[in-house]
């Protein structure tokens, strides 16, 4: 299983890599990324695509970042970008195919989803705002509007503006569970401490490996304190990054 893991890995860097349709339009640092992927230098690579991320975040190059730190030994980071491809747009299959690897790999599990949260995974997550508003501001314009415009209102206005209110009914959950998701965080340190306070001088409850994903609670200073399949407790912020892409 292993040995098809690996070779998956491989055969995915390569169509990654070379995948016109993945290419942000800012090229340059995501040029010099597949370059410096293609040539075995995956520090270099890792870089060009937080360059280019920097510049513009595009799920294309998160994709590929996801490959270079995993060849780097990265396992945390390459979760995390992957799983911030996935938010991006959720309709690629290569971001979940490579976490279902990954996490097999290092025997870690996915996050914790509601019903809802899991609604909000099947579009993107800005789409869900925008369903929202559209459908609101439609709904109430095709009953108004009429009125202030003096004019009879239509069979159509009242079965449209049914229509939209329903889509909109429809859209308050997952537009929710973007917000509760936008909580998880996946760990990035190895052996990432979770303590009972937040110092380091507190007892260590756990300690919770790469990839582990973690739902944050509340923040205080540079702590958080989270959620985690081993218990609660506080971890350093730099330990952990957001699915949410900055």
């Keep these: 299983m292993n040995i098809l893991i690996k070779k998956y890995f491989v055969a995915l860097g390569l169509l990654l890599a070379v ?16 370059t410096a992927y293609e040539a075995g230098q995956f520090d270099v690579a890792a870089q060009a695509f937080h360059d280019s991320l920097a510049e513009q975040t595009a799920a294309g190059t998160l994709l590929n970042l996801g490959l270079a730190e995993w060849q780097r030994g ?18 690629n299959r290569a971001a979940p195919q490579s976490l279902l690897y990954a996490r097999e790999l290092v025997a870690v599990n996915p996050p914790e989803l ?25 709904a109430v314009a095709l009953v108004t509007v009429p009125g202030f415009l003096r004019r ?21 959950a997952p537009a929710a569970g973007i917000l509760t998701r936008s909580k998880i965080a996946i760990v ?5 401490a979770l303590r009972l306070t937040p110092t380091t001088a507190a007892e260590v409850v756990a300690a919770l490996p790469p990839g582990e994903p973690v739902r944050a609670l509340r923040a205080r200073g540079n702590y958080l304190f989270v959620h985690t399949q081993n218990g609660n407790g506080w971890v350093e912020r730099r330990q952990v990054q957001f699915l949410c892409p900055e």
């Design 19 to 34: 995948a016109q349709c993945a290419w942000p339009a800012d090229e340059n640092h995501f040029r010099t990324g597949v």
């Design 152 to 172: 009879r209102k239509a069979g159509w206005h009242q079965t449209v503006a049914a229509l939209a209110l329903g889509i909109f009914l429809l859209s308050l």
């Design 114 to 138: 509601t019903w809802f949260e899991e609604a909000s995974t099947w579009l993107p997550a800005n789409w869900w705002t925008w369903l929202a508003g559209v459908s609101l501001w439609l």
């Design 188 to 192: 990035t340190d190895k052996n990432t």
């Design 74 to 91: 990265h396992a945390g980071e390459a979760i995390t970008a992957w799983e911030q491809a996935r938010w991006l747009n959720p309709f």
